[in-house]
């Protein structure tokens, strides 16, 4: 085995990365932009919002959808602080980025979990 | 009609005179099939004779004359003068190395981290010779052939931010040559080799900013050479932690 | 013997377009990850019921937040597009001698993604 565990993080950030490059746009469209200003009409309603995301499909998708690009975030943040020139720490960065990512699913899971 | 010349801001470093370096004027003759390597040369050999600099080939297989131009690392030997023409051309040493002596940079560090990948058939076994050669297929040449091409010129270190705030980085080249080997069907040093480039001053280092590429004057693409390695080393981490019976 | 080592200038990202447009790239996932956050509160608030979920909606809708969903957007597609471009050179697909064209694998990719944005649009407005 690997001593480093280096593949592990640059794996979630490669698939993070994908995610993020097919669904963040149009995520980001129609949640942050045409559904607020009222593109949507009906298709944002209360009910039927919660109908389709208490689906357990939808569950896993939106769980993968927040939790990979956060992991991908984490590990481009964790070199991009330190090209920017905070020297600090490089362990501490990491553990700081990458501990963020990992609260972050972990909270999306309980959201979603509850729903 | 009075010849035509071409101004060269030339930074000079004299260690036993002065603590820094400093920006000298030349003018130098100017032709228009003339690269920046001849503009220098005419400079030592009719306008200043202490000038230093490292030059070899003249046709950029030698990778010896490397120079920031303009603050882009390039040949200078493959760097036309008609390019920058009237304007004046500011020529220093390759970046993100020391300077020994005017445009001549100490490249101790990165021989050192080229032998450190053993960029040469590793082998388990020797084949006795009277078993013939190792053979390779077309296929399997074209595999590798782009990354065997680099002619150690160091302009991809000159490029790299990693490497400039990082001189551990082993760095564009010694892992492109390293993932050369890596691919080559001959050889049998990769997991050899990952112990050395499987770190986090190796591959893990490289946060892909692309540079490296972009200046190599023959197409080496380093920073791709880079990622598929540390694509390569996933795999191998993933086989190793999930399937630990299949030795390699 | 004596040997000059040049200082990295602290903006070193500014001294090249490519350095700063590498920068830019980098930091296209902020506002990803930001996005993601307040798409995650909006669940939460769907979770809590209609009255917490439609008073979100509403903060979504005030100017700010459609300014900075905006720049999101501008930031995730700058993502998508870099990804897509440096894909091919990580991933080599290879037929013997010959080497599938990095424009072609990245270009590629505009169809699964076209195709995937609008079954997205489809769930949620059909579904
Ligand atoms: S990879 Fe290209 S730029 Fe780097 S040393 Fe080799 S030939 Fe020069
Ligand atoms: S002198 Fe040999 S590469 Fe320029």
New binding site residues.
Partial sequence: MRKSSEPVFWFLFGAGGVIAAFLAPIHIVLTGIVGPAGGLESALEYERVLALVSHPVTKLYLFMLISLPLFHWAHRFRFTVVDLGLRASKRGIAFATYGSAAIGSILSALVLIRL | MSKATIVLEVLRYRPEQEQEPTFQIYESEYREDWVV?DAINHIKDHIDGTLSYR???????????GMMINGEPK????TFLRDYYPDPIRVEPLANFPIERDLVIVMDDFMEKLTSVKPWILREHEKPISEGEYRQTPAELARYKQFSMC?N?MLCYSACPVYALDPQFTGPAAIALAHRYNLDSRDQGRSWREQVLSTEEGIWACTYVGTCTVVCPVDVDPAGAIQQAKLSTTTDWFRDVLMPWKGR | MRRFERPVPTLWWLKRRAYFLFILRELTAVFIAVYLILFLILLYQLSLGRQAYETYLGFLATPGMIVFHVVALVAALYHTVTWFGLLPNIIVVRFGEYRVPSKLIAGANYVPWIAVSALIVLILTRG
Avoid: D, P, Q, T
């Fill in positions: 390597l030059w070899s080939c003249r046709m950029g297989v030698c990778g010896s004359c040949l200078s030997c493959a002619i010129c």
